[in-house]
């Protein structure tokens, strides 16, 4: 009977070799990380060329906690208090000027270079690991929108690039082979409970995920009681110090989560998800079939082949459940995780022989890694290109505050997401609108909430934040089935200035005055107007 060869059976190089190679691929890998994190800091805040009204979200969100709020137990944060915090941190290193949502940036850039640095430097194939760093880094940074063009560089939604990249760290992690890792794989599962803690205080549905792939790949690594333990530590060391700064508000946490999945459950369904399937098909189905003649090579051996299948498939089923809970055009980030597995093995299997054969899976490997990591490049070039040297006017508030956002007006090619009112000039001048009413009407003292998709006001004004209130009124966390109560949607503000203009998100704002007609009768009184706002005060 003739045994299976694997990969273990093949002649390793001489040690001088790999370490010669490692320590070249390792500088390489430094280098084009330094050049990230140097490229985030000379960005700083990109151009907004749409979404950008969306700005306001994580402004409001860090100006709360800077002003000792805590997100969910004191306010309606949508997001997870990791997102905030993180912009937060940025705000105070740039002593509350809005050129803090650059530092934060720059900031996640290179906690995601420093992380994938340490954690795939001796798990991955000496070639495939800088691939594999860059890819990851570059997709938590990239200045645009996930699945929408990259020369459309805005702030907007960059919490669901940060979460899709714990997801691959925690993939590659969890995946890899075993012989890849330090002795007792201590290390590769501390920094898998870390990712899913950060992850899970991100946006929970990231949490969910991460969890889900470090469970299932339980089924496949050794020491499992072993690893269980060492991940619990390190989840707890992201998520014991968070619950003891909420105080451990668990009824907070459930009320808020509980509305946000019954807003967002009209997409989580059975039609949503195979719509998902197969608006992706293009994109799964030549991984997937990758992976098929990976696995097939007589050098895998067989748990890694059911290993790569599970982690392929995972990898696709997450991408689509996981786009479904984002405002997110398409593509399905996380098969870039699934196909560094694939390469990776393929390396593995071709490091001691050359097979030339496996010239076709290699190329093809890299180009399902490669292509979206030269897009996400290519989207961090062109925002520093279009920032020192714009081909379009800007427009900016006077404010010296925000003067580090720059709003560029909508896409000549009239993008359906993309509202004049929300973006470019006519932003800039109907939130000026409103500042100066606001200013003209009211104490410096009062509290201010702009009930269009997200508050400028607060922030712009530099006005102490109500407590309660949300930062985000928009179908993601309102619905005609999930109506937050009263408190989470405004709190108790001293003003409330109610836009006159046609822009997005004005059927969620009309949910809220039909669900709450007394809100702008007898709650609160009109004292002002101008062409565009409405400002009302509290009735005492």
């Known amino acids: 009977m003739v045994r299976e060869s694997t990969v273990s059976d093949l002649p390793a190089p001489s040690t001088a070799r790999v370490t010669a190679a490692t320590r070249r691929f390792e500088l390489l890998t430094l280098v084009c990380l330094s050049l990230i994190c140097v490229a985030l800091l000379a960005l700083g805040v990109p151009r907004q060329h749409f979404f950008g009204h969306d700005i306001f979200v994580p402004l409001d969100g860090a100006w709360r906690i800077l002003n000792g709020q805590r997100p969910v137990t004191d306010f309606y944060a949508q997001l997870g208090p990791q997102f905030h915090l993180l912009n937060a941190a940025g705000l105070a290193l740039a002593g509350g000027d809005s050129r803090g949502l650059g530092y934060a940036s720059a900031l996640a850039g290179g906690l995601f270079a ?23 880094t570059l997709l938590a940074v990239a200045p645009f929108a996930l699945g929408w063009e990259p020369w459309w560089t805005t702030s907007a939604m960059s919490y669901n690039r940060y979460g899709f990249a714990l997801a691959i760290l925690v993939l590659l992690e969890s995946f890899l082979p075993a012989s890849g890792r330090d002795s007792s794989g201590t290390a590769g599962a501390f920094s898998t409970g870390l990712a899913c803690g950060l992850a899970l205080f991100l946006k929970i549905s990231y949490g969910f995920g991460c969890l889900g792939i470090a469970a299932v790949a339980l089924i496949f690594l050794p020491q499992r009681l072993r690893r269980t333990a060492v991940f619990a530590a390190g989840f707890a060391c992201v998520v014991l110090p968070v619950l003891i700064w909420l105080r451990f508000d668990f009824p907070a946490l459930i009320r808020e989560h509980t509305l946000l999945a ?18 992706n098909r293009f994109e799964m189905a030549p991984l997937l079939l990758l992976a098929v003649f990976a696995i097939g090579l007589p050098g895998v051996p067989r748990p890694r082949r059911l290993a790569l299948t599970t982690a392929a498939l995972l990898a696709a089923l997450l991408a689509v459940l996981l786009a479904l809970t984002n405002t997110q055009a398409e593509g399905v980030p996380l098969l870039a995780g699934a196909a560094l597995l694939v390469l990776n093995e393929l390396a593995l299997v071709n490091r001691s022989r050359f097979v030339p054969a496996l010239r076709p899976l290699f190329a093809f490997a890299i180009l399902a890694v490669a292509i979206p990591a030269a897009a996400d490049a290519f989207g961090l070039a062109y925002a520093l290109i279009d920032k020192f040297l714009p081909s379009q006017p800007g427009y900016r508030f006077a404010d010296p505050a925000l003067r580090a956002i720059e709003f560029v007006d909508c896409p000549p090619d009239g993008l359906l997401v993309c509202s004049t009112a929300d973006n470019g000039e006519r932003f800039i001048s109907y939130t000026t609108e409103g500042i100066d009413l606001v200013r003209t009407w009211s104490r410096p003292s009062d509290s201010v909430l702009g009930t269009g998709l997200s508050n400028p006001f607060s922030f712009a004004l530099h006005r102490p934040p109500a407590h309660g209130g949300a930062v985000d009124l928009s179908s993601a966390n309102i619905s005609q089935l999930a109506m937050p109560p009263k408190s989470m949607l405004v709190g108790d503000v001293e003003l409330i200035l109610f836009p006159t203009f046609t822009a997005t998100e004005r059927g969620s704002l009309q949910l809220i005055v039909d669900h709450y007609p007394e809100l702008l009768g007898s709650d609160y009184t009109a004292i002002a107007s101008s062409p565009h706002w409405k400002l009302y005060r509290r009735f005492r």
């Open 262 to 279: 019954a807003a967002r459950g009209g997409t989580l369904t059975a039609v949503g998800f195979f719509k998902g399937l197969y608006q």
């Open 114 to 136: 420093v992380w994938s640095f340490l954690l795939l430097r001796r798990s991955m194939v000496p070639a495939v690991f800088p691939l594999a760093c860059l890819a990851t």
